[in-house]
């Protein structure tokens, strides 16, 4: 078997395998069904290129969108897993599909009739909605789980039965054939922003992913990282931070992210003396810190973007300097596991040599910085900018085979030709399949965006938020935390930022401002975002945590307990940037617009940049260094307390240096510098004697 024969029995196996870890169907390649899904799958990607060059209603597209969705949902996922509906599509499935991809057109074929009689639903329009979303919320329990339909379904009985709720969080109630119009019949609901967003931007830059994944470029990252790392400390483990940090710029996905990277970095960290809960838990919080990194932020970043009306260069440069610092923090994790196991790295003489692979698979990454260089540089719209990427890389993807076998001095035969269009082909339809989960749940969050905008629950929220809290502003964030920890369990990544940014964000936003507190809208949003994404791995419900466990054949629940316990450096991170906005690369409270939050002024100078990355890594290790009980040696109580000590003069040093009065950040840093000496000086005496 040759190299290009594995890569792709490779590729196969890991999509094998998050399909089954994801519920989907096993279908034979020569089944009928199979092809069916192909060419609905296929066809989703060209119409979504097709929409980019043809102006189209955004309406319509949404309608579309949804529609090949749902077709694909029924198709894909089972209602039931039994060995007989997971390895083919029973009648049934056909009839209820169709419906639901009709009332996903509904919206399409009435659109001026609808627009005509707006509020005034007749019978059949409102029996449409209503079997609709039963469709809708179906599909989504086959593809997502139950915990999304729950939460949708908690949201429309509050919408119907608000006057019977208790005082506190009652209201006077809405018709069904109200619940009907803004869930369904307008774009208040299923067919708003969220869903919108998802149609617009995020399945082109998805389509990007599954193209440069199905080029070669996953299996890249994996090889190169560990060329890079393997041969230090914990090298294994290593490697898989680095590869998972660099799958989640292609990735949208904390699971695929795990599988990915995790059926080849696992078994080497167990080979290595990581034990297996440990191995799958390192897996973990890299692949869940993947969802962390712009520019795709698990197709977050765009909604964020839309929700605040920025630029989405703002959101990701925003976000930037937190993702790069927990995952640094990561990695000193890591080294210190390494440590304290005493794991020794590769023999440096069994590994690849990191520049040849750089070299050999470099043309991977030029596509990556071209999308890069259009967004930031050339500020194209995130569409246009995806867009230009996608067909770049499918030029890439027809031109590799015949480059390597004109290269290797191999024939240029007419399959080494096709064999770049076959890439695309399926890449398209890779891309098409890996939208079906985000399409549903941005379709179903839809339903609590329109319920919130319905009954004004957000301020209820609040309201309920502020009486727990006592008034006091870390006991909000506290609570908000939880809630978002919560809530998010069991949902994937951009239905549990819009959940959140529906809710929660908003209270953060009017109660931090009640309390005295101006704060950048996007510091309340990225919040919520990071304790969403923490749910991956929190148990009873961390879906990434069963996914490395299965790999592993670790238990789940210790798995997702020590994956959380190493995601404890992501928790206070939001805290750190809600106090200190520099950390957002917003130039401190004074930059706020305070009539526009979402207005600010960026820090440009590139010495404060440094300084500010500098300091928060520095602080981030001590932290990673106190959790753990490790830094040269094993930490005493005393130096736990000294390095706990410094994380707030270095993450929050506008806050410390206004509490002990000193008057100024600099100094604040000169002192949490003091501290972390003193314990490293302390911990290499102690090892001397």
Do not use: C
Request: charged share 10%; no cysteine; glycine share 8%.
């Amino acid at each position: 078997m040759n190299n290009q024969t594995k890569d792709e029995q490779v590729m196969k196996d890991d999509l094998e395998l998050v399909e089954k870890l994801e519920g989907q169907r096993t279908l034979q390649e020569d089944t009928w069904q199979y092809w069916m899904i192909a060419i609905i799958a296929f066809s989703w990607s060209l119409y979504q290129i097709y929409v980019v060059i043809v102006p189209t209603n955004s309406v319509f597209i949404r309608s579309f969108h949804l529609a090949f969705a749902l077709a694909l949902s029924f198709a894909m996922y089972p209602m039931f897993r039994t060995p007989k509906t997971m390895s083919s599509i029973p009648w049934y499935n056909f009839p209820i599909a169709i419906m639901a991809v009709i009332g996903a057109l509904y919206i399409f074929i009435n659109y001026d009739a609808l627009n005509a009689r707006s509020g005034a639903w007749s019978p059949l329009d409102v029996a449409m909605g209503i079997g609709s979303i039963f469709l809708l919320l179906k599909a989504a329990r086959r593809s997502l789980g139950m915990a999304l339909p729950i939460i949708a379904m908690i949201f429309i009985a509050y919408d119907y039965f608000g006057q019977y709720m208790p005082d506190l969080i009652a209201h006077k109630g809405a018709s069904i054939n109200k619940i009907v119009g803004q869930m369904y019949l307008t774009t208040e609901g299923i067919f708003g922003v969220p869903l919108g967003v998802s149609a617009s931007y995020v399945f082109l830059f998805v389509l990007f992913g599954a193209l440069l994944e199905r080029a070669g470029a996953g299996k890249y990252f994996i090889d190169l990282a560990y060329a890079l790392l393997g041969k230090y400390d914990g090298g294994p483990a290593k490697a898989s931070v680095a590869a998972s940090g660099l799958m989640g710029i292609i990735s949208g996905s904390s699971i695929a992210n795990t599988v990915t990277t995790g059926t080849f970095t696992i078994p080497l960290m167990k080979k290595l003396g990581f034990p297996g809960y440990k191995a799958a838990s390192v897996e973990v919080a890299a692949s869940t810190n993947g969802q962390l990194m712009p520019p795709i932020m698990g197709a977050a970043a765009f909604i964020i973007a839309e929700f605040l009306g920025l630029a989405y260069t703002d959101v990701i440069m925003a976000a930037a300097i937190p993702a790069f610092v927990s995952y640094f923090a990561l990695f000193y994790i890591v080294h210190l596991e390494s440590k304290k196991l005493g794991i020794k790295g590769e023999d440096p003489s069994k590994l690849d040599r990191a520049f040849d692979i750089f070299k050999g698979g470099i043309h991977y990454i030029v596509p990556i910085f071209f999308l890069m260089y259009t967004l930031i540089v050339l500020r194209q719209s995130p569409q246009m900018a995806a867009f230009n990427a996608i067909f770049f890389m499918m030029l890439i993807m027809v031109l590799q085979r015949p480059a390597y076998a004109f290269l290797e001095n191999r024939q240029l035969t007419k399959e080494v030709w096709l064999s770049g269009f076959v890439d695309i082909g399926q890449g398209m339809i890779n891309g098409a399949k890996n939208m079906v989960p985000i399409a549903i749940a941005t379709a179903v969050a839809g339903i609590v965006v329109g319920s919130v905008t319905l009954t004004g629950v957000g301020l209820i929220l609040a309201e309920v938020i502020e009486e727990l809290s006592g008034g006091y502003i870390l006991a909000v964030l506290l609570l908000t935390a939880v809630v978002s920890l919560i809530l998010g369990m069991g949902l994937p990544t951009t239905a549990n930022y819009i959940v959140m940014a529906s809710l929660t964000a908003p209270v953060i936003m009017s109660l931090s401002s009640d309390l005295g507190y101006l704060i950048p809208a996007i510091a309340a949003h990225l919040f919520v975002f990071y304790f969403g994404i923490l749910a991956d791995d929190t148990p009873p419900v961390g879906m990434a945590a069963y996914a490395a466990a299965g790999i592993a054949k670790s238990d789940p629940i210790k798995t997702g307990l020590q994956g959380f316990a190493y995601d404890i450096r992501t928790a206070i991170l939001p805290f750190a940037f809600f106090f200190n906005n520099k950390l957002l690369l917003i130039a401190g409270v004074d930059a706020i617009d305070p009539n526009n939050p979402a207005m600010w002024q960026w820090i440009t100078n590139p010495a404060e940049i440094v300084m500010i990355f500098f300091t928060a890594t520095a602080g981030m290790f001590a932290f990673s260094s106190a959790t753990q009980g490790w830094m040269l040696t094993v930490t005493t109580g005393l130096e736990r307390i000294l390095l706990l000590a410094v994380v707030p003069f270095m993450l929050i040093p506008n806050m410390t240096s206004l509490w002990l009065g000193i008057g100024s950040e600099y100094l604040s840093y000169v002192i949490g510098f003091a501290l972390y000496s003193s314990v490293y000086f302390m911990q290499k005496n102690r090892i001397k004697n």
